[in-house]
């Protein structure tokens, strides 16, 4: 068997970052969680070019859990809606990883101010 290209695919990436100087996230979070979609020959590539764009952006990654391709999430029973899709073929396109939703992280306070 001849050994053949692989071809880039794109990732769904759920990547966990800390605070940094500079960050940019909002005044009293703890960190973000950050939806990515980044493109690799596999996983692992896709998860390394992930972490490197991000630390470039002045953020800390921390943990990075992956989703797989578009396909392998279809397999998992995923909903995929169009704007998700379309997120997808332009990081494939312009071979990016792109940061497509940012959620704050903050810590619970109890009511005794704890």
């Known amino acids: 068997m001849g050994q053949r290209e692989r071809k880039q695919q794109v990732y769904t990436l759920l ?3 800390g605070r940094k100087a500079g960050d940019g ?5 703890t960190g973000a969680a950050l939806m990515c979609y980044a493109t690799g020959v596999d996983e692992a590539e896709a998860v390394r070019e ?3 764009v991000l630390k470039q952006a002045d953020l800390a990654p921390l943990d990075v859990t ?3 391709t ?3 999430r279809r397999v998992q029973g995923h909903e995929i809606e ?3 899709i379309a997120l997808m073929d332009r990081a494939l396109a312009d071979n990016a990883v792109i940061v497509a939703q940012m959620t704050p992280c903050f810590a ?3 009511r005794n101010g704890g």
């Open 15 to 17: 990547v966990e970052v």
């Open 25 to 29: 996230l909002p005044d009293g979070s």
């Open 50 to 52: 992930t972490v490197a």
């Open 66 to 68: 992956g989703y797989g």
């Open 70 to 72: 578009l396909d392998e």
């Open 82 to 84: 169009d704007d998700e």
């Open 108 to 110: 619970h306070k109890d």
